[in-house]
């Protein structure tokens, strides 16, 4: 498609349950970007991957976070034993390849609510 | 480890007025920066990218520009409408830090009809 498209937009869990969110980059597109925003404007590089490899994971946190792309499905983040602070926005990204010319394209963003 | 400041947090202004924008980057080596639109509610809309080696560029009512040596950048918009309110977020993609952007807090704007 034209557009990222990250689903499902509202996500309640919770404390203690699983999450997972998806996202469909850009057809064509060889990166896609994992963000978590929290408090309004504090947005936080989770993870990248370059097609179905992991390209950089240094923001993500060691414990109960996973994501994976593989071919011919949506990218997924996955949360285990979800905590209150894993409350937040989700947003993914996807760019053409990586260049200085390349801007990553955002979807609108999964919100995440742990009860 | 890149950090990115902008100034004002929030503006409010009447329509009609040309305003400006700022960020400020602490490390200059960088691939590009990003200016982002956000909606309330809603996800990122990229308005502008600037190479490295570029030093601005132009988008209908709004321009930006990249002093990369200073580790500033503005964004000017022209003519302000009730419709350009939102949060607008500068974001670098660094040298140094991997795929990641790293973003600002953003400023507010209102444009009060």
């Known amino acids: 498609g034209e557009e990222v498209a990250q689903t499902p937009k509202h996500l309640v869990r919770g404390e203690g349950q699983k999450a997972k969110l998806y996202c469909a980059p850009i057809k064509g597109h060889s990166y896609v970007f994992w963000y978590q925003q929290v408090l309004k404007n504090e947005f936080k590089f989770l993870i990248s991957f370059q097609n179905e490899n992991v390209f950089d994971e240094t923001g993500m946190p060691k414990e109960r976070f996973s994501a994976k792309c593989l071919p011919n499905s949506p990218c997924s983040l996955e949360i285990q034993a979800t905590k209150l602070e894993d409350s937040a926005v989700y947003f993914c990204a996807s760019s053409l390849y990586r260049g200085s010319n390349q801007p990553q394209h955002f979807g609108d963003g999964t919100r995440l609510s742990i009860l | 480890k890149q950090e990115v400041t902008q100034i004002p947090a929030a503006l409010s202004v009447p329509e009609g007025e040309n305003l400006v924008l700022n960020c400020s980057f602490t490390?200059?080596?960088?691939?590009?920066l990003q200016w982002f639109r956000q909606d309330p509610g809603k996800g990122l809309t990229s308005l502008l990218l600037?190479?490295?080696?570029?030093r601005e560029q132009t988008s209908g009512r709004l321009n930006a520009s990249l002093d990369k040596s200073s580790g500033r950048s503005t964004l000017y918009i022209a003519a302000s409408q009730p419709g350009d309110s939102a949060t607008y977020l500068c974001?670098?993609?660094?040298?140094?830090?991997?795929?990641?952007?790293?973003f600002g807090e953003g400023t507010q704007l209102t444009v009060n009809p």
């Open positions: 974001a670098v993609d660094g040298e140094t830090s991997g795929s990641r952007l790293t």
């Open positions: 490390d200059s080596a960088i691939y590009n």
């Open positions: 600037i190479q490295s080696s570029q």
